[in-house]
């Protein structure tokens, strides 16, 4: 008999491999298109609001399905759902790789956004039912995430290497081996977990959800590349919706989104939490990525290649936090985190146009690792937190608050370093974007203007890298009492929180 009964073995330790697999994938295939773009557009003659459509069709469903594919699978069964959204994930890559004509790309990444969001809350969510152990259930939530964080900066990459020998298709026929994987061992390896609820989805709740979300994650998308009413209106229209949403789901027996997971109050801290570190980690990439390419001249795919250390720093970050937070408070672990990451955006800060590129990569990799707690501790918190029955939604709730954190950090990162660069170049009348400028480089009056816009935007980089240092000293300061009542991981909790006590009471009678 095993000294542990619950201890995970090596069928559990597979399956953890397998539902990883699919999280980077998914995550590759939200960067993949960077390189594939101009070659599909010659051959598919897209308008440029198509290829707009084409390039952002697939980030905004999963965002607006994630909360309705969280809930079917606490009701279906998740190991049912995810595999569904394997083989829909499959064929519509197929689809997307052989498709004829602009219109038919866009449906089918439109196809393979709403069967992500089937995909990921129940992956995460079948963790729970995998590895009962806390301590290993923490381990494996931190592999399963790590593995999610690598996959942005290995987009690039991989379309590089496929677009070297093979046409455009072959970065969505990449996904087909991966998808037969899983339906091959999935149904032996992975257990069916649901929850107790047995009734169907509440058909106004789901459109609200989507009501709400998709036109945020527009309105905040919109206000970091071309800010003006219309996206203004999209993200007030969201929000009047959301409010309507959550009136709706405290009223409901069964809702879409239980928000009583929302009332404790170390949950609410962690969302809060991971929505402000996915709000600096995607306004970092959003910057760095100009930074790189418009600055610094590199292309797209050795740009992806500079980012590959602070991607290893995320998995790196990922895998290590679940293993201290077994000896430590989970805020104190998130603390030191944020501390050693505000260390690391006050060395970005020293960014320069013609300097070496070592001590930017190595300043922005101490900052992820730093930052990679917040994503493996977060998420394995919530879904400890919540009853079983909801692990779904619990996961849905995680996600959803990254995506909406990423588009965030994009619109109010990206808007704050555009005002600093205009700002630098007052004097310069006329002068536009640093795209801009770099784009119209071959006349003499831009090409004048080219050194200093690129240290204007430069000088953006390093005021935006102090502020966010000082928001990260400043989490790091909130955290351990946010967090205070939240016991080192596999210990006995603490008691003395009554919201998060009287929480746990209401969660047991309602199962």
Do not use: H
């Not at 944020?338 to 690391?344: E, F, I, Q, S």
């Amino acid at each position: 008999m095993r000294p542990n009964p619950t201890a995970a073995g090596a069928r559990e330790w597979t399956a953890l491999a397998v539902l990883t697999l699919p999280a980077l994938l998914l995550s590759i295939d939200n960067t993949v298109l960077v390189l594939a773009l101009p070659e599909l557009s010659a051959d598919l003659r897209p308008s440029p609001t198509q290829q707009l459509w084409i390039m952002d069709s697939y980030g905004f469903l999963i965002a607006g399905f994630l909360v309705t594919m969280g809930a079917l699978g606490d009701r279906v069964g998740r190991r049912r759902v995810l595999l569904t959204g394997a083989a829909a994930f499959g064929v519509a890559s197929v689809v997307a790789a052989y498709s004829g004509s602009a219109e038919m790309l866009i449906a089918a990444r439109m196809a393979l956004g709403i069967a992500a969001a089937t995909l990921m809350p129940s992956s995460l969510a079948l963790l729970t039912t995998v590895f009962v152990d806390a301590k290993q259930r923490g381990l494996a939530v931190g592999v399963f995430i790590g593995g999610f964080m690598a996959g942005a900066a290995l987009g690039p990459l991989v379309g590089g290497a496929l677009l070297e020998s093979f046409w455009w298709g072959a970065v969505f026929l990449v996904n087909v081996p991966v998808m037969l994987l899983l339906l091959l061992v999935g149904p032996a390896l992975l257990p069916e977990g649901r929850g107790s609820g047995t009734g169907s989805l509440d058909p106004l709740s789901v459109l609200l959800s989507l009501a709400t979300v998709l036109p945020v994650v527009y309105g905040l998308k919109e206000l970091a590349t071309e800010p003006g009413v219309l996206a203004v209106v999209a993200l007030l229209a969201g929000l009047v919706t959301g409010a309507v949403f959550v009136r709706r789901q405290r009223r409901l027996a069964e809702p879409l989104l239980d928000l009583r997971l929302l009332e404790r109050p170390a949950v609410r801290a962690v969302v809060g939490l991971s929505v402000a570190v996915m709000l600096v980690q995607g306004g970092a990439y959003l910057l760095m990525g100009q930074f790189l390419q418009l600055v610094r001249g590199l292309t797209p795919w050795e740009s992806g290649l500079v980012l590959v250390a602070p991607a290893l720093a995320l998995v790196a970050g990922s895998l290590l936090s679940p293993v201290l937070a077994r000896r430590w408070r989970p805020g104190t672990v998130l603390a030191c985190g944020l501390a050693v990451a505000a260390a690391g955006f006050a060395g970005l800060a020293t960014v320069d146009v013609t300097g070496s590129l070592t001590m930017t990569v190595v300043a922005l990799a101490v900052a992820f690792g730093g930052m990679a707690p917040v994503g493996a501790l977060g998420a394995d918190l919530v879904l400890g937190s919540a009853p079983p029955s909801r692990a779904g939604g619990a996961s849905s709730v995680v996600e959803t608050a990254g995506e909406l954190g990423i588009a965030l950090g994009m619109a109010a990162l990206g808007t704050v370093s555009a005002v600093l660069y205009r700002s630098a170049l007052a004097p310069s009348e006329g002068a536009g974007t640093l795209a801009d400028v770099v784009a119209d480089a071959g006349a003499s009056p831009a090409a004048a203007l080219l050194p200093a816009a690129r240290e204007a935007f430069t000088g953006a980089l390093a005021t935006v890298a102090v502020g966010i240092a000082v928001l990260c000293v400043v989490l790091a300061a909130v955290v351990p009492r946010a967090l205070r009542t939240v016991a080192p991981v596999g210990a006995t909790p603490d008691t003395t929180d009554t919201a998060d006590t009287a929480a746990d009471t209401a969660d047991a009678r309602a199962e």
